[in-house]
T-cell receptor
Framework: SAVISQKPSRDICQRGTSLTIQCQVDSQVTMMFWYRQQPGQSLTLIAT?????????ESGFVIDKFPISRPNLTFSTLTVSNMSPEDSSIYLC??????????FGSGTRLTVV | QKEVEQDPGPLSVPEGAIVSLNCTYSNSAFQYFMWYRQYSRKGPELLMYTYSSGNKEDGRFTAQVDKSSKYISLFIRDSQPSDSATYLC?????????????FGTGTRLKVLA
């Protein structure tokens, strides 16, 4: 299965600022996904990122708030813009595995103060 | 009603016990069923993958799907303290990459030495 390196692993950010999370995959993958994981809640898909096209956002998530880049088949970034304390969460990137299921990065634990 | 329901636990068992983790779902179109294990401060890792109904065994782990009851289970035999983690079920209508997965909230398991 693909191995995903995600950074930063954690950050504490000021309200109103932006944070960019990076994910690097060790093999080429067609689709990458960005999730949010809040305590006591299931993983929530933010958007699907395909190389060469605009990301597809799920209901409740918009490009202005969560811009995504996918410049090539091994890399993607998610930016959390104009942050508020409600954005405090764990953000996870994932990619298709070689056979079934998704491979996940180790997550970015974001705290907005 | 949520599409996927999972008891959040925590579930505490003594070392060596058989653990049963369960999810129920409402969407009869789900065909692919997965179990992920997530250690603290790590991303989820795929444990088991099952298509349609039936059982699948891998070492100490057995995944079971009962589509007639819309119920899936993960059994862990001879549980070890290293099995202490959060276990998430996930399911989708079609294969990985072509449709999003729906995750349960996760069950926190603690195996006591």
């Amino acid at each position: 299965s693909a191995v995903i390196s995600q950074k930063p692993s954690r950050d504490i950010c000021q309200r109103g600022t932006s944070l960019t999370i990076q994910c690097q995959v060790d093999s080429q993958v067609t689709m990458m996904f960005w999730y949010r994981q809040q305590p006591g809640q299931s993983l929530t898909l933010i958007a699907t990122a395909n190389q060469g096209s605009e990301a597809t956002y799920e209901s409740g998530f918009v490009i202005d708030k969560f811009p995504i880049s996918r410049p090539n088949l091994t890399f993607s970034t998610l930016t959390v813009s104009n942050m508020s304390p409600e954005d405090s969460s764990i953000y996870l990137c994932s990619a298709e595995g070689t056979d079934y299921g998704y491979t996940f990065g180790s997550g970015t634990r974001l705290t907005v103060v | 009603q949520k599409e996927v329901e999972q008891d959040p636990g925590p579930l505490s068992v003594p070392e060596g016990a058989i653990v049963s983790l369960n999810c129920t779902y409402s969407n009869s179109a789900f065909q692919y069923f997965m179990w992920y294990r997530q250690y603290s401060r790590k991303g989820p890792e795929l444990l088991m993958y099952t298509y349609s109904s039936g059982n699948k065994e891998d070492g100490r782990f057995t995944a079971q799907v009962d589509k007639s009851s819309k119920y899936i289970s993960l059994f862990i035999r001879d549980s070890q303290p290293s099995d202490s983690a959060t276990y998430l079920c996930a399911m989708s209508e079609v294969a990985s990459g072509t449709y999003k997965y729906i995750f349960g909230t996760g069950t926190r398991l603690k195996v006591l030495a």
